[in-house]
């Protein structure tokens, strides 16, 4: 079973902390990680996929299939961060299992 | 280039009511996706269709049925609304291949009362 596991629902930080989405997941084949993105009353957007292994908007994330993790990071955070933050994993026809979420709210 | 457009918006329906969500793709994508957004429990995929002519169920179909019209348009219908499917919905459209994600719509707000 694919499954995608978020362990926190919200993570508040100060303005130029870093910061550390937590995702584990669960897949027995070769999985396809994403991480996407949800500013107040908008459509989510694709932040980052980790076989393009590039850095987008400050952030990035490695895949770790030792300890099947995908964590999303950013060294300094900013207000604009603020948002929801989705992982996701793909199994079969791009079909998408996300995790729960987690709230990320940047203080100045 | 509007990507995936998802109408309507905003939808009150009483109980027992039905109606048809809308959404359709200028992408030329293959694969299309209704999900389902509640708080702490992240998206939930309703059906997909790989394909035009396909569809098929994803983790939480009761209640709702899907019509791949062409390759462009996926409908979701509510035939007999339950307070349960006050959600908020999202068509999701996707070019399969190794790493695409998916373009997702602006969602429609479904209060059922």
């Known amino acids: 079973a694919q499954r995608v596991t978020q362990p926190e629902k919200l993570l508040s930080v100060f303005k130029g902390a870093p910061v550390e989405l937590k995702c584990n997941y669960s897949y027995s084949g070769s999985p396809e990680l994403f991480w996407y993105v949800q500013y107040s009353r908008q459509r989510l957007q694709l932040l980052l996929r980790?076989?393009s292994r590039e850095s987008i908007k400050g952030f990035t994330a490695d895949l770790n299939k030792g300890e099947t993790s995908f964590h999303l990071k950013k060294p300094f955070a900013q207000e604009e961060d603020s948002a929801m933050y989705y992982c996701a994993l793909s199994g079969g026809f791009q079909k998408l299992v996300f995790g729960t979420g987690t709230r990320l709210l940047v203080s100045p | 280039n509007a990507g995936v457009t998802q109408t309507p918006k905003f939808q009150v329906l009483k109980t027992g009511q039905s109606m048809t969500l809308q959404c359709a793709q200028d992408m030329n994508h293959n694969s299309m996706y209704w999900y389902r957004q509640d708080p702490g429990m992240g998206l939930r995929l309703i059906y997909y269709s790989a394909s035009e002519g396909t569809t098929d169920k994803g983790e939480v179909p009761n209640g709702y049925n899907v019509s791949r019209l062409n390759k462009r348009e996926f409908s979701l219908r509510l035939e007999s609304a339950a307070p349960s499917q006050t959600s908020v919905y999202f068509c999701a459209s996707s070019s399969q291949g190794q790493g695409y994600g998916y373009t997702f719509g602006s969602g429609t707000r479904l209060t059922v009362v």
């Open positions: 980790h076989i």
